[in-house]
């Protein structure tokens, strides 16, 4: 069975930062792209960031780029996703999730989520 | 960017009736899209993805069909459990985006 499980979401300060990170079990980590999509509060989903099977490509959403940082351990089958400069609008549930192989296309499966709050 | 419109926006449905859920992108995104089901406090789940293709133990009753621009979710037989938001994501084109979701009731 393939799970994913995110972790390092919490409240933070406008300015501030955090790093997420989830851990891929129950398939192939190296072979798959790898992605981060955020939910705000009552709201739709929004694709945040992506990183190739090999760590060598990576991808944001323009709401993020200069902000965020996607990385992997494929030794460790952890994709971590450092937050920086967070906003108030940043708030949301971080999914991490899965690709088909190396390839940008449907997130299959998702992680559970890590809620993270960024107020004063 | 395309933008994915869903409608509607709430769809009340009975038990055991069909529910038809609509998803449209500003430009052809050919059959590149997958539609996911949410239910409240969980993940998204993949439902359908190549517009028709059922994913891994998804049930029958839920159907997708379009290419181009005009996508449809059908649930033929609504159970309890179907009761959720359900999100198109075309993935034609970069970024991928999303619809805003439709969210299905109970009539």
């Known amino acids: 069975e393939v799970v994913l499980l995110e972790s390092g979401g919490g409240l933070v300060q406008p300015g501030g930062s955090l790093r997420l990170s989830c851990i891929g079990s129950?398939?192939?980590?190296?072979?798959?792209?790898m992605s981060w999509v955020r939910q705000a509060p009552g709201k739709g989903l929004e694709r945040v960031s992506d990183?190739?099977?090999?760590?060598?490509?990576?991808f944001y959403a323009d709401s993020v780029k200069g902000r965020f940082t996607i990385s992997r351990d494929n030794s460790n089958n952890t994709v971590d996703l450092q937050m920086n400069s967070l906003r108030v609008e940043d708030t949301a549930v971080y999914y991490c999730?899965?690709?088909?192989?190396?390839?940008?296309?449907?997130?299959?499966?998702w992680g559970q989520g890590t809620l993270v709050t960024v107020s004063s | 960017e395309i933008v994915m419109t869903q409608s509607p926006a709430t769809l009340s449905v009975s038990p055991g009736e069909r529910a038809t859920l609509s998803c449209r992108a500003t430009?052809?995104?050919?059959?590149?899209l997958a539609w996911y089901q949410q239910k409240p406090g969980q993940a998204p789940r993949l439902l359908i993805y190549?517009?028709?293709s059922r994913a891994t133990g998804i049930p029958a009753r839920f159907s997708g069909s379009g290419s181009g621009t005009q996508f449809t979710l059908i649930i033929s037989s609504l159970q309890s459990e179907d009761f959720a938001v359900y999100y198109c994501?075309?993935?034609?084109?970069?970024?991928?985006?999303f619809g805003q979701g439709t969210k299905v009731e109970i009539k």
């Open positions: 999730a899965k690709n088909r192989y190396n390839s940008l296309e449907w997130f299959d499966p």
């Open positions: 129950g398939f192939t980590f190296r072979d798959h792209a």
């Open positions: 990183i190739s099977a090999s760590g060598g490509s990576t």
């Open positions: 430009q052809t995104v050919s059959s590149n």
């Open positions: 190549g517009a028709s």
């Open positions: 994501q075309q993935y034609d084109n970069w970024p991928r985006t």
